[in-house]
């Protein structure tokens, strides 16, 4: 699977900015509530003191054709979400 985006080619695997995508209205609130949950949680838990250290969230493409929505937050935690088939789409 190749795709064009602004110039881009990307293929199964790679990671893609999220600003090269857009995702459903029910996708986009589900990652919203997961991550603010995911968040609560680690620093309820102590393991995120400081929100600015989040770094923007990223795509990865799956060979279904599915995206996996995530951010990583250096030495703390993987915080992702699968969007299906027909909820995302290239911009």
Do not use: C
């Amino acid at each position: 699977m190749r795709n064009n985006v602004k110039n881009k080619k990307y293929e199964i695997g790679d990671v893609v900015d999220l600003d090269d995508v857009v995702l459903s209205l029910a996708t986009y609130q589900a990652w919203q509530a997961n991550a603010e949950a995911a968040a609560g949680a680690l620093a309820a838990a102590g393991r995120l003191t400081d929100p600015s250290l989040i770094p923007d969230e990223q795509g990865l493409l799956l060979a279904d054709g599915s995206l996996e929505i995530f951010v990583e937050i250096p030495g703390v935690a993987r915080v992702s979400m699968r969007a299906p088939v027909g909820h995302w789409r290239f911009r």
